[in-house]
T-cell receptor, first 113, second 111 residues
C-alpha cells in the first residue's frame, strides 16, 4: 500500500547550523507534499508545502525540495534556532483528495544551544 | 479565527465504557478526519469524511465509529474502549486541495 518513509527519527543540531529531514513515498500519483511541525502539547501545523509541478520552494529559513523521479522530498532548515525544536512530519497525497493523506513517522529535532 | 476544536483534551476511562470525542470546525470545510498518534508510528488515519453523511474507513478503523450529520461536527465514538486504544487523537479538517488544520489533540487513556 501507500507508504511514506521519513528519516532520521531523531536529529540534534547545534544552534545556527542547518537541519535536513528526508522522506520517500511509494505512490507515484502523489502530487502534494506538506510538512507539519508539532510542538509539545499541540496539534501539527503546516509550515510549508510543495506541489509536484515545482522542484523547490523556500520560505525564509525553510525550504523544501522534491525529486519526483526518485520519489523523495526533503525539508531544509537553515540557521536553526531554539524555537525550531519540535517534531516534524512529512506527508504525501493527491491534493484533490486531501482527506486521504499519508504521514511519515516523524522526526524529533532538537537544537543544542 | 480558524479553529478545529476537540473535547475532551484529556480523559482516563475504563475498558468497555463507551465514550465520544467531539470535533467541531468553523471553516466550513468539506473534509474532516480523525488520526491517532503513537510513538514511532506517526499519524495514522482512523476515519475520514468527505462531506455530510459521507464517511469512510482510514488505515486503522477497528474499534471506532464516526458520524457526520452536520458539516461542522465529526465525533469519534469508541463503543467499547480497550487499552490498545490508549493514544493521542487528532481531528483535522480541510477543503479540497488546501491546508489541513488540526485540533489540539485529545489524550485518551483506557485502563
Amino acid at each position: 500500500g501507500e507508504n511514506v518513509e521519513q528519516h532520521p527519527s531523531t536529529l540534534s543540531v547545534q544552534e545556527g547550523d542547518s537541519a535536513v529531514i528526508k522522506c520517500t513515498y511509494s505512490d507515484s500519483a502523489s502530487n502534494y507534499f506538506p510538512w507539519y511541525k508539532q510542538e509539545l502539547g499541540k496539534g501539527p501545523q503546516l509550515i510549508i508545502d510543495i506541489r509536484s509541478n515545482v522542484g523547490e520552494k523556500k520560505d525564509q529559513r525553510i525550504a523544501v525540495t522534491l525529486n519526483k523521479t526518485a520519489k523523495h522530498f526533503s525539508l531544509h532548515i537553515t540557521e536553526t534556532q531554539p524555537e525550531d525544536s519540535a517534531v516534524y512530519f512529512c506527508a504525501a497525497s493527491t491534493y484533490s483528495s486531501a482527506s486521504k493523506i499519508i504521514f511519515g513517522s516523524g522526526t524529533r529535532l532538537s537544537i543544542r544551544p | 479565527e480558524a479553529q478545529v476544536t476537540q473535547n475532551p483534551r484529556y480523559l482516563i476511562t475504563v475498558t468497555g465504557k463507551k465514550l465520544t470525542v467531539t470535533c467541531s470546525q468553523n471553516m466550513n470545510h468539506e473534509y474532516m478526519s480523525w488520526y491517532r498518534q503513537d510513538p514511532g508510528l506517526g499519524l495514522r488515519q482512523i476515519y475520514y469524511s468527505m462531506n455530510v453523511e459521507v464517511t469512510d474507513k482510514g488505515d486503522v478503523p477497528e474499534g471506532y465509529k464516526v458520524s457526520r450529520k452536520e458539516k461542522r461536527n465529526f465525533p469519534l465514538i469508541l463503543e467499547s474502549p480497550s487499552p490498545n486504544q490508549t493514544s493521542l487523537y487528532f481531528c483535522a479538517s480541510s477543503s479540497p486541495g488546501n491546508t489541513i488544520y488540526f485540533g489540539e489533540g485529545s489524550w485518551l487513556t483506557v485502563v
